[in-house]
Structures are given as C-alpha cells and as structure tokens.
C-alpha cells in the first residue's frame, strides 16, 4: 500500500494556467477586489474539465498543437465567464 506522500504530486492540469490568466486579466477589471478573485478561479476552474497531472511534462508532451491551442481557448473563455458572472453576483449583492 503506497503512503499518502506518494499523492502530494498529483493536481490538476488547469489550476496553474487558471491563476496566471485571472492574474493577468485583472487589469481588465480593476473593480474586482482582490478578495474576489478566488471566487473568480473557482468559477473558472468549475468550468474546465478536470485534467489530472503528476507533472506537466505529462500533458504538455502527448499534446498536439490544435490540443494546446484548445486548452488556451478553455482557459481564455473559462476565465472571461467567471469574471463576468462573479462580478454580476457581486452586483446583485451590493444592491440589497
């Protein structure tokens, strides 16, 4: 039976390229609070299918070019959605 330590390396695929693009896009909504911006991750990340990895030599060295190119798609809508539906609920809220 292997120990849990031998798990610590599995995660998924899109975790990181979510973060950086939320990061990045930040500047594009600048009325979104820092305190938002998890919500906005989980949003995005809830609409990605999950892509479990060890390493990411794993993923990135079976991909084709299409397949990379289609991640960055996901990512870019994925990530796009979430900051416009986070920040529609945020809204309603502040209306109450």
Do not use: K
């Not at 060890?54 to 289609?70: G, I, P, Q, S």
């Amino acid at each position: 039976m292997s120990s849990a330590e031998d798990f610590e390396s599995i995660r998924n695929y899109y975790e990181r390229p979510v973060m950086q693009a939320v990061s990045e896009a930040t500047a594009r909504y600048p009325q979104m609070a820092g305190e938002l911006l998890p919500d906005v991750v989980c949003v995005a990340l809830n609409r990605l299918p999950p892509r479990y990895i060890r390493h990411e030599v794993d993923l990135v060295f079976y991909l084709t070019e299409r397949e990379r190119a289609d991640i960055e798609t996901a990512i870019s809508e994925a990530v796009s959605f979430a900051f416009e539906f986070v920040q529609a609920r945020w809204a309603m809220r502040a209306r109450r």
